[in-house]
Nanobody, 127 residues
Framework: QVQLVESGGGAVQAGDSLRLSCAAAGQASITYPLAWFRRGPGPEREFIAGITSNGGGTTYADSVLGRFTISRDNAKNIAYLQMDKLTPEDTAVYYC????????????????????WGQGTQVIVSS
């Protein structure tokens, strides 16, 4: 059994940076496609960044392209989301998710493609 645990959220000012972490707790490896989603004021979680199982490929939503960077360290079973130039529109609960299917390699952007989720970490950006 493996669980995902996010950390690194907090309250910052516009223009600041934060680095979120997604660590796997348990015996299993998370060397599968991994993504970060966020839920802002609305009910839906939106895809913002994803990384392939080996870390060789990344995908970003237009809203964060050029400001956020996703990375992973498979040896440590951990992934990161570096968030720079934060704006109030980035205020949300951020979730990491893993596409925990045998053979999965590429990044997908739909909620339903991910079957392992963390509990979320809150990010608040004030102007």
């Amino acid at each position: 059994q493996v669980q995902l645990v996010e950390s690194g959220g907090g309250a910052v000012q516009a223009g600041d940076s934060l680095r979120l972490s997604c660590a796997a707790a348990g015996q299993a490896s998370i060397t599968y496609p991994l993504a970060w989603f966020r839920r802002g004021p609305g009910p839906e979680r939106e895809f913002i960044a994803g990384i392939t199982s080996n870390g060789g490929g990344t995908t970003y939503a237009d809203s964060v392209l050029g400001r956020f960077t996703i990375s992973r360290d498979n040896a440590k079973n951990i992934a990161y989301l570096q968030m720079d130039k934060l704006t109030p529109e980035d205020t949300a609960v951020y979730y990491c998710a893993v596409d925990f299917r045998p053979g999965a390699v590429a990044v997908r952007q739909r909620l339903g493609d991910y079957n392992l989720w963390g509990q979320g970490t809150q990010v608040i950006v004030s102007s």
